[in-house]
């Protein structure tokens, strides 16, 4: 019915060609949170292990259980660990990213209560994105915290709010710069510096030269970088594809779909798709905003997007019933087809419904 085709080889060409953005010595997080941008997790870790990763990110520790549980030993971060899941994240050997005070403390309880010393740990700065993360001022409490037996610091990182713009961004600079000063006094208050890293997928391409110890690849893995210039070295891994459940002539004045979405100012040949918004086609992609490809011809979704089926206006396509139609792929982007959603890649490949099938492809 619906397909998410992965093709394992392409994530192989992404992994190497962000690898030729980096220094031999700068490890590559592969970040798989939100079953790895939809695809997959477990499959998707397991590759990425096989290539040549060297740590996973996950979001919740909830993920990276649920990767612990199919057999995956490989260092996992948790960028943003909650209270109520530290005692997990423990027993499944999990590393948090401790942003605020509070869960410092709640750590630090954790740690003591189980009686657990030297645990890996990650040092989250907020430089600018006003998300999560302890302010620069917060320094030398962290280094003072950090003396205790409980905590090995593996890293101190922080996120950039707009990796992506073009150069020079007056809010990256910023951002770095303050970056590097709190990687001044982490480097000066010990003899063992943790690894630093400030880079997601789009820095890798746009800040090499701040890629420090490591950097933190999500989208990019998948074959989507923000900017069509890196987008072009890369390969998509995931396609989309649906088949044509029935076709419909619609006479002219007559209207598709529900609330009278779309009144057909001729008589049109309408197909309908076994997918809708609850698989993640959200309603902004209707009323012609969006197209598929169908033969190589693009046809436009038509009308409100219903919750399990949606409509496509195919006149002039010589098609039929059980035809192959194309969301996006390889060959057409999902960022462009994103767009005409007025979102970006990332929430459409993470907000693909588990009725889609994922097959995989080595
Ligand atoms: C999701 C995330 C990333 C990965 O970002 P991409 O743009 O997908 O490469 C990196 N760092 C943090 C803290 C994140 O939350």
């Given at each position: 019915m619906n397909t998410l085709n992965i093709y394992l080889s392409n994530l192989n060409h992404n992994y190497e060609c962000i690898r030729k953005q980096l220094r031999n010595s700068t490890q590559c997080i592969g970040v798989v949170k939100a079953n790895a941008y939809g695809g997959q997790s477990i499959e998707i870790a397991k590759r990425l292990i096989q290539i040549g990763i060297d740590k996973l990110a996950v979001a919740y520790a909830e993920e990276g259980i649920q990767l612990r549980n199919h057999g995956i030993k490989t260092p996992i971060m948790v960028f943003y660990p909650q209270k109520d899941s530290l005692a997990d994240l423990i027993t499944f050997d999990l590393e948090p990213c401790i942003y605020s005070r509070n869960m410092f403390l709640a750590l630090e309880q954790q740690l003591n209560l189980l009686q657990v010393k030297n645990y890996p740990i990650h040092i989250k700065y907020n430089?600018?994105?006003?998300?999560?993360g302890f302010p620069s001022s917060d320094v030398n409490w962290v280094l003072d915290k950090i003396?205790?037996?409980?905590?090995?610091?593996?890293s101190v990182y922080s996120h950039l709010a707009a990796s992506e713009e073009e150069r020079p961004s007056n809010g990256c600079l910023q951002q770095i710069e303050q970056f590097e000063k709190i990687k001044k006094e982490h480097t000066q208050a010990t003899k063992s510096p943790p690894k630093f890293h400030l880079l997601n997928s789009s820095g890798i391409f746009n800040y090499p030269e701040y890629q420090y110890d490591a950097v933190r690849c999500g989208i990019a893995l998948h074959?989507?970088?923000?900017q069509p210039k890196w987008d072009r070295l890369l390969k998509p891994i995931a396609e989309l594809k649906s088949k044509i459940s029935q076709i419909h002539q619609v006479q002219k004045g007559a209207a598709v779909g529900y609330n009278n979405g779309w009144v057909v100012p001729k008589t049109s040949r309408i197909a309908t798709l076994p997918l809708g918004h609850a698989d993640?086609?959200?309603?902004?992609?209707?009323h012609h905003r969006a197209s598929v490809l169908i033969q190589g011809k693009k046809a436009p979704l038509v009308g409100n997007i219903c919750m399990d089926m949606l409509m496509i206006d195919i006149s002039g396509i010589d098609c039929e019933e059980g035809d192959e139609v194309s969301f996006f792929g390889p060959s057409n982007s999902a960022e462009i087809f994103a767009a005409q959603g007025s979102t970006i890649s990332y929430e459409l490949l993470t907000g693909l419904g588990p009725r889609i099938k994922r097959i995989f492809h080595q």
């Open positions: 430089t600018g994105l006003n998300r999560v003396k205790q037996p409980y905590f090995k610091l593996e074959g989507y970088a923000n993640g086609i959200g309603r902004h992609f209707g």
